[in-house]
């Protein structure tokens, strides 16, 4: 056996990081290393590593046997994802505790513009202590060049932040300036800005897309994310040739759906009867959950979905379903990725708490992102539609492109039982049985008022139909609208209601 040449030893040496006994340190934590997990996000053989030999700031090679590190605490390059380019940076815990220093900070920037200038996704694995300390503002400005950089590339290039360890202080803003971030349930290090945990940042505060139970799971989530998603803003979405009817029907729809408004069902059961082979992936499940949104094929082509939930608070809108669906509207709209609205709300959520925390602002986020949309949009009203959720649901005043109704649905100002509460109060009270009083007018108002035939007559609604058609339906709605061209107002931007 040859024996190495010093090229060779100082590349040995900059591949293990702080070394193997760090290394040790990190698999008895029940983590990986950042190669190691790298190597299981990209196919086989493809990455080619960038800035390898780059050290931290006021440190000198370590070559000639000296101890001193070969790298800084950040693993950056570019590969593959199922044939597809992106480019990738790990942090590497072993090394200075990932810490972000100016040096570390510069060769994820570095690697940010490639990956803007070539049009392709960026992957971060975040693993580090925060901003470097001992280096004082220039670490803070090596955090800025990073913020920069995710600012400058949103919505045009998908940006991907996988939390796999501590990620705390300054350094927190850029996987919350990035479009999904995941975190990991099972390693209690995993923070976010120093304050609690993943069931923390995914139910409460929304700052996670996914949770995910450990490192495996979550880089397989993320692939799958990944294929849903073109990779810049001026590629298509990736279209998969489908083993699904386009015109399948969906009679089970009228079994999952009950007729009565008032009671419940999980909206994803609708979901996956509809979309090819029953396949959903769920964005922001944990967050606001009286709304679902999450991706899916339609026919082959990558479909957003955006759903109120009946089973949570009876599929209200209030104002983290308005930030949750807002967002991930402006997402698809950035990416050419077609909405489809699945409408059954009884409103907007009524009471002080939401009045004072800023329904109505937020509530404008979802008028503002729907309006502004400029892909297809297809939405379809199941059961019912009343007040302002009426309009907000990508309704056509908001320039939804097809609105159906199914046969049964209601679209009104407010319920039927309540509006007559409010016309027939008089006639109630003096009414020797108001139950059927009430029954009556209950009926007349829907024949007036509420039904989807009067929305039809309008134009409000492009056509109605039984829920058996609905995949079908949508499909051909969205195929009309594969060329669909908008022009836009010459504009810096708009000022939405943050």
Known sequence: MTEKTQFEKLIEKARLGGGEKRIAAQHAKGKKTARERLDLLLDPGTFVETDMFVLPSGHRPGMNGSSGHMTDGVVTGWGKIDGRLVYVYAQDFTVLGGSLGEAHGLKIARLMDLAHQSGSPVIGLYDSGGARIQEGVESLAACGEIFTRNVKSSGIIPQIALIMGPCAGAAVYSPALMDFVFMEQENEEVDFNTLGGAELHAGESGVAQFLSANETEMIAKAKGLLSYLPSNNLSPPPYHPPNDNPR??????????PVEENQPYNVIDVIEEIVDDGLFLEVHSEFAQNIVVG?????????????NQPLVLAGVLDIDASDKASRFIRFCDSFHIPLVTLVDTP???PGTTQEAGGVIRHGAKMIFAYAEASVPKVSLIMRKAFGGA???MSSKHLRGDINFAWENANIAVMGPEGAVNILNRRELAEADDADAVRDEKVQEYRDKFANPFIAASRG???DIFEPAETRMKIIQALDSLQDKRQPTSQRKHGNIPL
């Open 390 to 392: 009426y309009i907000v």
């Open 295 to 307: 991706f899916a094929r339609l026919d082959g082509n990558p479909v957003g979905f955006i759903a």
């Open 460 to 462: 409000y609604i492009n």
């Open 347 to 349: 409103g907007f959520l």
């Open 248 to 257: 399948r029907l969906t009679p089970d729809l009228g079994r999952i759906v």
